[in-house]
């Protein structure tokens, strides 16, 4: 049975920073694809961040200098420190994890919510 389990969010003041991590179980953790989303309130779900089993970093543009993505391949684990945090920030942020070249192996974590308010 697959699991992603997201941990990490709550309630920050902008400027702020919070680190999300996702802990994997049963699936072979170092040939995945992980990727963290986020969805705000009537929006659609964006990647905002995605490193490959190679360790190849992407981010969307309005996190870049902003958020790292990084994985810890012995803990099963994959992460994002989000520093100087926006209001715009504000969504569930869910954990996704793809194996390269399948149509099948795609798992999602039930989510976690980072606000960002004063």
């Known amino acids: 049975q697959v699991q992603l389990v997201e941990s990490g969010g709550g309630l920050v003041q902008p400027g702020g920073s919070l680190r999300l991590s996702c802990a994997a179980s049963?699936?072979?953790?170092?040939?995945?694809?992980l990727n963290w989303y986020r969805q705000a309130p009537e929006k659609q779900r964006e990647l905002v961040a995605r490193?490959?089993?190679?360790?190849?970093?992407d981010y969307t543009d309005s996190v870049k200098g902003r958020f790292t993505i990084s994985r810890d391949n012995a803990q099963d684990t994959v992460y994002l420190q989000m520093n100087s945090l926006k209001p715009e920030d504000t969504a569930l942020y869910y954990c996704n994890a793809v194996r390269a070249g399948s149509t099948i192996d795609n798992y999602w974590g039930q989510g976690t919510q980072v606000t960002v308010s004063s």
């Open positions: 490193i490959s089993a190679s360790g190849r970093r």
């Open positions: 049963g699936i072979v953790f170092g040939v995945y694809a």
